[in-house]
């Protein structure tokens, strides 16, 4: 079978971007050839900053013939109807049947649609693959209309090895690709996907991510044994690294070591964040003044490129250097004053008045959870001291690193010196929550606070935009709690913070708020509808929910639990109506199924009981599931819905009784039960 070659060679590409458009490409490339009805063996994308490329192994030559059923108008519709069903479709008369269908007796016909070739169809499949493939910041230049990530120079779309007849932005596709910039930068033409792979292989540019990755990797390697340290594990900037090169080549260089005075976070933040060079240690794992930088191009003279790459960097930390020197010569309680100029959001306030709240709020939340008060009072008072500070204005992906590290200096308990970088943890969805208890409980008191102030504001998130990270700040809230396993109150906490803001209001959109992002967490792990279960019954304990949804989970699939379940399900629906209108009455129970419903839950709640209290929630779904009998006796010999008012509504009262007790775990009626 034929195969696809796309490429889209522009000038370089943001390797944050390239990284995400890579997939991306793929998977809108793999949907539009399913959707064409296209079978393919393999869809791959492959790139470097000067190009897109798009390769399809085994892309079928033509549709597959399809035989289509047509379902036209009612028999009894008339015969002008019938004339414009075939006319339609262009249809003989004699092909039209009369034949019954969901729809009642109808006019049918069956006809074969032939398949198109692909050839036909690669050309609006592909320029719509290029126009519609999504940045985050798109651009026109000239005066074409077309947007793209940046200005495109050259197209290869080639089908079997013929050139497919697509143009964009004034480009036209072609065979003619291009080899590295300034290493072989003449044209030369395409015939396969194996063979352009090749040739520009032979002109310096590795166009695999994955190879390109593995060679660094290589160069890293050689350069830890020619130096004999080791190079500090980067895995995010390994990643950036391979999408801003096309042609790897490691170098190592060196810096002055009177700068290893200054905060080891500083000068690996100087050394990734501002250059993309690799830190290297020493065999005992303390920072050496060695790094590695990738160059994208042969290197003829290693040491004239290490020399360029270490001046550089010598400005960089001479700058910090001297920012850690001004620093210093204040104490963190002092920088925290400086807090005061600083505007968290605008209709809250300073960030002098964010701490404040804070400090009041953490400590209570620390005597809550058992966690030393003073500590984490302290940790409050300092935890966003570093904001004013020269380093975190010249390095800012540092706060609360800096501050750390300074808390350290200066002697601080360690405890409280962790909490101050830790409280910022989870950053994102790949990082781990704050490990230190301390830490943990000034995470959670920082981001509560600033999720009731963003809903205060009225600036909760709409629609994609979230420009004050309420989602992280959840996200984060019920990551700590759950990696710490602390019971809490999501609305008793909710409304303490509520209180400091002086107005408890926006409450229920919070934890509604918090609810969903709840949902998405546990809805990676666990089926979606015991998910839905547990949290419509309660989800203000979030510890105490997963608890929940573990132990259902782990029920649901038994085949005794569906007949349970429908029962269950069955007794919800019949109180959905609303709450009886009167409270049980063992005295109104006048039939024997009845009588022994009542004496059944009597038993079954004196045994449940203490296993809900200590969150002991498989043996109280084992529990639970004993009332399978009493309850589907019940409903065969009892009439629920009585003509007499106090018979009914007593009967519904000592279903309501059974049913509030299943809700203390989840609400069966979410279930997707049979």
């Not at 030369?188 to 990797?217: N, T």
């Not at 010999?637 to 809700?663: C, G, H, T």
Request: proline share 6%; net charge neutral; charged share 25%.
């Amino acid at each position: 079978m034929p195969d696809l070659l796309l490429e889209i060679g522009c000038e370089e590409i943001p390797a944050r971007f390239l990284a995400d458009a890579l997939p991306e490409l793929e998977r809108r490339a793999s949907a539009l050839f399913a959707q064409a009805q296209l079978a393919a063996a393999r869809v791959q994308t492959l790139g470097t900053p000067r190009r897109l490329a798009l390769c399809v192994h085994g892309l079928a030559a033509r549709q597959p013939d399809v035989d289509e059923t047509l379902v036209g108008p009612p028999v009894n519709a008339g015969a002008k109807a019938a004339e414009a069903f075939a006319k339609k479709y262009r249809l003989d008369r004699s092909a039209i049947q009369e034949q019954d269908t969901d729809k009642g007796r109808r006019l049918v016909a069956r006809r074969q649609v032939r398949g198109q070739e692909t050839a036909k169809l690669l050309p609006e499949l592909v320029a719509g693959l290029i126009r519609d493939l999504p940045w985050p910041k798109s651009m026109r230049w000239g005066d074409h209309p077309e947007t793209f990530v940046r200005p495109v120079h050259w197209l290869v779309a080639l089908f079997d090895g013929e050139v497919v007849p697509i143009e964009f932005a004034g480009v036209r596709a072609g065979r003619a690709s291009r080899g590295h910039r300034f290493l072989a930068g003449q044209p030369f033409d395409a015939s396969s996907i194996e063979g352009w792979r090749s040739e520009l292989r032979k002109r310096h540019v590795i166009v695999d991510p994955v190879e390109r990755r593995q060679l660094i990797e290589a160069e890293l390697l050689r350069i830890e044994r020619e130096t004999r340290l080791k190079v500090r594990p980067d895995p995010a900037l390994l990643e950036e690294v391979t999408n801003l090169v096309e042609y790897p080549v490691g170098v190592s260089g060196s810096f002055d070591e009177r700068f290893l005075e200054v905060p080891e976070p500083v000068i690996v933040s100087a050394l990734r964040s501002h250059q993309r060079y690799f830190a290297m240690t020493t065999p005992a794992g303390k920072l050496a003044h060695q790094f590695v930088t990738i160059a994208g191009t042969v290197v003829k003279d290693p040491a004239v490129v290490a020399h360029g790459n270490e001046r550089v960097l010598r400005a960089r930390l001479s700058d910090a250097r001297f920012f850690f020197d001004e620093d210093r010569k204040l104490r963190l309680s002092e920088w925290a004053q400086k807090l005061e100029g600083i505007v968290w959001i605008k209709q809250l306030g300073t960030m002098r008045q964010k701490v404040e709240r804070v400090f009041d709020y953490a400590r209570v939340l620390a005597t809550m959870l058992g966690v030393e008060s003073a500590k984490v009072g302290l940790a409050a008072q300092l935890a966003k001291a570093d904001l004013p500070t020269h380093m975190v204005g010249e390095f800012p992906e540092l706060q609360g690193t800096i501050g750390s590290a300074y808390a350290r200096l200066e002697g601080i308990d360690p405890e409280v010196a962790d909490a101050i970088a830790e409280h910022y943890r989870p950053r994102g969805a790949d990082d781990r929550p704050a490990e230190g208890p301390v830490g943990a409980v000034l995470a959670i008191a920082d981001r509560l606070d600033s999720l009731v102030g963003i809903f205060k504001a009225g600036l909760a998130p709409t629609g994609s935009a979230d420009p004050y990270g309420a989602r992280r700040a959840a996200l984060g809230i019920l990551a700590t709690l759950l990696a710490h396993n602390w019971h809490v109150s999501l609305g008793n906490q909710c409304e303490r913070v509520a209180v400091l803001f002086g107005a408890p209001d926006g409450v229920p959109a919070v934890l509604e708020f918090l609810r969903g992002r709840l949902r998405g967490l546990f809805a990676d792990e666990f089926p979606a509808d015991v998910v839905d279960a547990v949290l419509a019954a309660d989800s203000d304990d979030p510890v105490d929910a997963r608890a929940r949804v573990r132990a259902l989970s782990v029920l649901r699939p038994r085949a005794d639990f569906e007949p349970l379940g429908v029962a269950i399900k069955r007794v919800g629906n019949i109180l959905k109506g609303g709450a009886p209108g009167a409270a049980l009455d063992p005295a109104l129970l006048r039939e024997p199924a009845e009588k022994a419903l009542f004496e059944a839950a009597g038993a079954i709640r004196r045994r449940v009981e203490p296993h809900l209290a200590a969150h002991q929630y498989d043996d109280a779904l084992r529990e639970l599931a004993t009332f399978k009998a009493p309850v589907d006796t019940f409903f065969d010999q009892v009439f629920v819905m009585d003509k007499d008012a106090q018979i009914r509504d007593n009967r519904l009262a000592l279903l309501a009784s059974i049913n509030q007790l299943f809700l203390r775990v989840a609400d069966f009626r979410q279930l997707n039960l049979g």
